[in-house]
């Protein structure tokens, strides 16, 4: 799978693309991560690519042509054709968008190259929107600095379900938010067996495999129960 990312700040990703997972995923060709500088698309001797909002208001806004062409110059004759299935989709991260999800992620998962939109400032002109006509994602109810983050989030979350990238003894089947039942993982232990008074549940230590997967079963529920309950108080 092939990730284009689009920003302004792309010496942000070094260390985190290199980090083990990601880092060992792009060696094994499983992942295949490209930065992009919306600065190069710039023209004009400061390189401008914000500007002050038409009818006031504070702060910069991404200026549409540096956005627009940078991604264009990524796209390939298929990537533009009306009559194609599309080959590559565009999310523009934004906090006006589609909450990001686990099964969002597993859309992602699924396609053969995505190219992230990171915003700065206090956003993107309109116009970007409604050329490019991208997917726009939130990672939750709150505003960060610029999108570079909310990338880092979609790429990390969207390769540990690349199969392979994950290793054999690992899956991200069983882990949170996954599977039919999408439940919560509840408390996991290991050793010691007794750390400052507090035990490790009886049940994790019987043996008993039946009685163990209950038990877990069980503890997800609550912790979904609980989950949905913080989601709704807010
Ligand atoms: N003025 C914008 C607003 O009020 O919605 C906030 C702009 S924010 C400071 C700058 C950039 O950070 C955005 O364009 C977007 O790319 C990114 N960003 C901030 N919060 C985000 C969120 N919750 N999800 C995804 N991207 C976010």
Redesign the pocket.
């Known amino acids: 799978m092939r990730i284009d990312v689009v920003t302004l700040f792309p010496e942000m990703f070094q260390s985190f693309l290199d980090g083990s997972l990601l880092g060992t995923a792009q060696k094994a060709g499983l992942l295949d991560i490209r930065l992009s500088n919306i600065r190069d698309f710039a023209v004009g001797t400061h390189r401008q690519v914000d500007d002050r909002p038409y009818g006031g208001g504070p ?1 910069m806004l991404l200026m549409p042509g540096p956005v627009v062409e940078c991604v264009e110059s990524l796209l390939t004759k298929k990537d533009c054709s009306e009559t194609a299935v599309p080959s590559t989709s565009i999310a ?6 589609q909450p990001l999800t686990q099964q969002i992620l597993e859309e992602f998962a699924t396609r053969r190259r995505i190219i992230l ?8 002109d309109q116009r970007i929107c409604d050329t490019l006509k991208p997917e726009l ?11 570079e983050v ?1 990338a880092m989030v979609i790429i990390d979350a969207v390769a540990r379900l690349i199969p392979g990238v994950l290793g054999d003894s690992l899956s991200a089947v069983d882990d949170s938010f996954s599977g039919t039942d999408r439940l919560i993982e509840g408390p996991q232990y290991t050793r010691p067996r007794e750390f400052r008074g507090l035990q490790v549940p009886e049940v994790l230590l019987s043996g008993d495999h039946q009685r163990i997967a209950d038990w877990r079963k069980m503890q997800a529920v609550t912790a979904t129960q609980k989950q949905t309950y913080y989601c709704q108080d807010n």
């Open positions: 702060g523009m991260l934004t906090p006006s968008g939109l990171c915003g700065r400032y206090e956003g993107f994602i939130s990672v939750g109810n709150y505003v960060l600095s610029g999108g909310a």
